[in-house]
């Protein structure tokens, strides 16, 4: 298991935060969403890497983070960035800075691929929250991670890029055929949202 799938690997379910997204109109129930709190993603860094990695803050609202790679003898970057959040202002922007880039290294993507569910809520004060915590998905906890190795991985990503440049239907079904849903949730993050669309557009 090199790095990357070590740092994109599922947290604890103690770890797990959730907070109230999108609400039906009369507030009674909402949609889920998970996320970790940043000292969680720090100490994932941590525990992997010790003293191979760092973080920057070269301006406001935004957070680089570097890993060592040891085999080319570099340095690895990635960024992001985020606004001052309601709650906490400035600190909450810098943790939302470094979770948003760790996120670029695998760090908590998982969490974005969790189905939208709906709960019902409570008021807390002027706002709602959670009355209930939901249970994840076997494939988002450690125990049911079904990891894929990265060079599957770029595998599975050349083959649906070449698929689609020839608009080869038969050819990207049985690129993906070999996966079971699980599996595919875990693939899908390899695209972005246009890719998605056409390998969608092309499958239907």
Same mark, same amino acid.
């Given at each position: 298991?090199?790095?990357?799938?070590?740092?994109?690997?599922?947290?604890?379910?103690?770890?797990?935060? &959730? #907070?109230?997204?999108?609400?039906?109109?009369? /507030?009674?129930? +909402?949609?889920?969403?998970? =996320?970790? %709190? !940043?000292?969680?993603?720090?100490?994932?860094?941590?525990?992997?890497?010790?003293?191979?990695?760092?973080?920057?803050?070269?301006?406001?609202?935004?957070?680089?983070?570097?890993?060592?790679?040891?085999?080319?003898?570099?340095?690895? &970057? #990635?960024?992001?960035?985020?606004?001052?959040? /309601?709650?906490? +202002?400035?600190?909450?922007? =810098?943790? %939302? !800075?470094?979770?948003?880039?760790?996120?670029?290294?695998?760090?908590?993507?998982?969490?974005?691929?969790?189905?939208?569910?709906?709960?019902?809520?409570?008021?807390?004060?002027?706002?709602?929250?959670?009355?209930?915590?939901?249970?994840?998905?076997?494939?988002?906890?450690?125990?049911?991670?079904?990891?894929?190795?990265?060079?599957?991985?770029?595998?599975?990503?050349?083959?649906?890029?070449?698929?689609?440049?020839?608009?080869?239907?038969?050819?990207?079904?049985?690129?993906?055929?070999?996966?079971?849903?699980?599996?595919?949730?875990?693939?899908?993050?390899?695209?972005?949202?246009?890719?998605?669309?056409?390998?969608?557009?092309?499958?239907?």
């Amino acid at each position: 298991m090199n790095i990357l799938d070590q740092l994109s690997r599922p947290f604890p379910e103690s770890c797990i935060r &959730w #907070r109230v997204g999108s609400t039906n109109q009369d /507030k009674t129930k +909402g949609i889920a969403l998970a =996320y970790i %709190d !940043a000292r969680d993603a720090y100490q994932r860094f941590d525990d992997l890497l010790g003293l191979d990695w760092q973080c920057e803050y070269p301006f406001e609202g935004c957070c680089k983070i570097g890993i060592f790679d040891k085999e080319t003898d570099t340095w690895i &970057w #990635r960024s992001n960035g985020a606004g001052v959040t /309601k709650v906490e +202002g400035e600190k909450g922007q =810098y943790s %939302d !800075a470094f979770k948003r880039a760790a996120v670029l290294f695998g760090v908590g993507r998982y969490l974005y691929d969790l189905p939208n569910t709906w709960v019902p809520l409570k008021a807390r004060g002027r706002s709602y929250v959670l009355a209930e915590t939901p249970k994840l998905p076997g494939w988002a906890t450690p125990s049911g991670w079904n990891r894929i190795a990265s060079g599957v991985k770029r595998e599975v990503y050349e083959q649906t890029m070449e698929a689609l440049s020839r608009g080869d239907e038969m050819g990207l079904k049985q690129v993906w055929e070999e996966f079971d849903n699980e599996e595919k949730i875990q693939l899908w993050p390899l695209f972005d949202s246009k890719e998605r669309s056409a390998i969608k557009a092309l499958s239907t």
